[in-house]
């Protein structure tokens, strides 16, 4: 049987941080307490102290640097199709005046 994946909310993981910043225990000691695997504690330790309070978005909240490269790459599919269109329109112009 697959394992189940088990999600946790934002309040949750920014109290899991706050205990290991605050207690004097062992990331691991929490990791244990708490239920849950020392490398996901670590990895929201990691996450929270590289973003701070807009740690945690959650899923279909995008940070602003994940929407500007998703609208960047949008635009960037658009202009290669209109590039793609001028090029197949030159041929056929420029082969009509042959």
Not at 13 to 21: F, G, N
Not at 30 to 42: M, N
Not at 53 to 69: M, N
Request: proline share 2%.
């Amino acid at each position: 049987m697959a394992k189940q994946l088990r999600t946790f909310t934002k309040e949750f993981k920014l109290e899991a941080v706050q205990l290991v910043q605050k207690s004097g225990k062992s990331q691991a000691h929490i990791a244990r307490d708490l239920g849950i695997a020392d490398s996901t504690l670590h990895h929201w330790c990691k996450e929270f102290a590289e973003a701070g309070a807009q740690a945690f978005p959650g899923s279909g909240h995008p940070t602003t640097q994940e929407e500007e490269v998703r609208r960047l790459k949008r635009e960037l599919e658009v202009t290669r199709q209109e590039r793609a269109i001028l090029k197949k329109a030159l041929a056929i112009f420029s082969r009509s005046q042959l």
